[in-house]
């Protein structure tokens, strides 16, 4: 699947854009970036667990065009180093430009496939932010400052990262990212903005309080986005004009703030956004009282529907979770900002192909993609995708492959009878921390 989506046509194209010369070694630009997946898929693991993956053989379909050491090598001949020093090398030369466009690629290929699941539905993107934090060196400390309290100044550089995943399928949009603190900060709504202008044309926007503002509802009317985003109680008052109460539904016409004109001076003098207000009062099921939910649409859908498709947006959460715990995308390794968007951007590529790898199986089962357990599908392809890959005739990987679609079959999310109880949110901070420094 990986060699489907990346052919050798359009990589030599993209690395020909690039101004670079192109490797047809060992460690060519489409090994490299395997190579990063691999790593990713099993947690972010180390070089050498990379290097293992190389050695213990790969398709030949990764060297269209071998070199005398790769025929070589495939003769019985001498294999390459077990050292990590080449594919380390090989991996800070390839270029950023040819990483992120063949993250876009896998993106915008597995897309319309897997938009037949979900076939008769809107297209909408979940839209939320998070933090990633990176190795400590001079370059990234410099890029992305570490933050501070009071006592003493962090050691870790932080960035912000936006992503953007489809509400159906749960394949993801290369993320949009900047520092989270220091003179250049960014914030989320101004990585959103970034990020909406990428998105596949006439998406639905979903998002929470946090993008419930003008320049977001704006921007994606603009440019053909409908939007269904949540208003804080304060904002949402202000737009209607008159007390909230549940059950309200009314056509309001947004217009800009002072304060939204001062972080936007590019807004026209008429700048207006024509939607709807929705109020409705919601018992959450922790056991804290009700509370009124406030939402902006600029959908016709019914007030059931855009309620129903709002309940949805905690499954950015999830994924989050995923991206962070699962692919461990929560500290980056790498000690430069060009590796470190790489690593980033092969991890969403990682994500992608086990979100492909769900809709093989939905298309089989008729269950939608995201009803399957993320983390053991992922588990599987790291046992037995390498059997797959080394088969040694078409037989006998049609064989391997029954047996993974057989296990991811039996992947499924559970459908529990009850609901279980709910929990307040928290954040459980790790154990070990870096030490102090004392001088």
């Not at 949805?312 to 968007?341: C, F, G």
Request: charged content about 20%.
């Amino acid at each position: 699947m990986f060699q489907q989506l990346l052919p050798a046509e359009f990589l030599d194209q993209i690395q020909k854009q690039s101004g670079k010369r192109r490797n047809q070694g060992v460690y060519s630009a489409l090994v490299v970036m395997w190579l990063l997946v691999v790593q990713r898929l099993h947690g972010g693991a180390s070089l050498e667990v990379a290097v293992l993956e190389l050695l213990r053989g790969l398709p030949p379909g990764f060297w269209p065009r071998p070199c005398k050491r790769i025929r070589e090598w495939r003769e019985r001949g001498p294999s390459p180093s077990a050292h990590t020093g080449a594919y380390n090398q090989a991996r800070q030369a390839l270029p950023l430009s040819v990483v992120e466009q063949s993250c876009d690629r896998i993106f915008e290929q597995l897309a319309p496939q897997m938009d037949q699941t979900a076939s008769g539905q809107e297209r909408v993107f979940l839209l939320d932010g998070s933090s990633v934090r990176t190795a400590h060196s001079a370059a990234l400390c410099q890029l992305y400052p570490p933050g501070s309290t009071q006592r003493a100044a962090g050691h870790w550089p932080l960035l912000r990262v936006l992503v953007a995943h489809d509400l159906h399928t749960g394949l993801a949009m290369r993320p949009e990212w900047g520092p989270m603190y220091g003179d250049q900060a960014v914030s989320e709504q101004a990585l959103l903005e970034r990020a909406l202008l990428r998105l596949p044309v006439g998406s639905t926007v979903l998002a929470d309080a946090n993008f419930g503002i003008f320049s977001v509802a704006y921007l994606g009317t603009r440019n053909d986005y409908p939007v269904l985003v949540r208003l804080t109680l304060p904002r949402a008052q202000r737009l209607a004009g008159e007390p909230l109460r549940p059950g309200m539904d009314r056509v309001v016409v947004w217009r800009p703030s002072p304060a939204d004109r001062r972080s936007h001076r590019q807004l026209p003098a008429d700048a207006c956004v024509r939607g709807r207000l929705l109020v409705c009062q919601v018992q959450p099921n922790n056991g804290d009282g009700p509370f009124l939910l406030a939402l902006f649409t600029t959908l016709e859908s019914s007030r059931e529907e855009l309620l129903n498709l709002y309940g949805k947006r905690w499954n950015i959460e999830t994924d989050l979770r995923v991206l962070k715990s699962t692919l461990h995308l929560d500290q980056i390794t790498s000690v430069t900002p060009d590796m470190v968007a790489k690593e980033i951007d092969m991890g969403i590529a990682a994500y992608n192909l086990i979100r492909a790898m769900t809709y093989v199986a939905s298309q089989q089962s008729g269950i939608p993609p995201r009803g399957y357990s993320f983390t053991k599908v992922r588990r599987i392809l790291e046992i037995l995708g390498p059997d797959l890959a080394a088969a040694p005739n078409p037989q006998a990987a049609q064989r391997v492959f029954d047996l993974i679609m057989r296990c991811v079959q039996q992947s499924t999310l559970p459908r529990r009878r009850r609901k279980r109880p709910a929990y307040p949110r928290a954040v459980w901070r790790r154990g070990a921390t870096f030490p102090d420094r004392h001088t």
